[in-house]
């Protein structure tokens, strides 16, 4: 007789798997549906192709997107040349400098 219990157990997974999963998705739909809205078709292009080659990136620029719109720093439709401004400003690394001394 197979054991109730791990049945139950292992729906109850599955269905936590699902509802994640489910939430995630209409997380990123608004996300898109905000960026679309937010810039205009060109900048919107380049999100998308971000977000195709670097999730992490694509996620956490559209957060700070967001954030700027929401304090007022952003007015108005970003356009592409706005939108690789920020990206630049935002994916800047700094370089550490290496000091030699002679004596």
């Known amino acids: 007789m197979p054991n109730v219990n791990s049945d139950d157990e292992e729906n109850r ?3 936590k ?12 739909e608004k996300i898109k549906s905000l960026m ?5 078709p060109d900048a ?6 971000i977000k195709a080659s670097n ?12 954030q700027l719109v929401q304090s007022n720093q952003i007015r108005g439709r970003i356009t592409d040349e706005q939108l690789k401004g920020l990206l630049s400003r935002f994916t800047a690394r700094h370089e550490p400098t290496i000091n030699i001394k002679h004596k």
């Open 13 to 15: 997974s599955y269905k």
């Open 17 to 28: 798997a699902l509802d994640k999963m489910y939430r995630k998705m209409e997380e990123e």
């Open 55 to 66: 999730e992490d990136l694509y996620m956490q620029f559209a957060s700070l997107l967001v």
């Open 44 to 49: 919107y292009e380049r999100m998308m192709n």
């Open 36 to 40: 679309r809205q937010l810039l205009d």
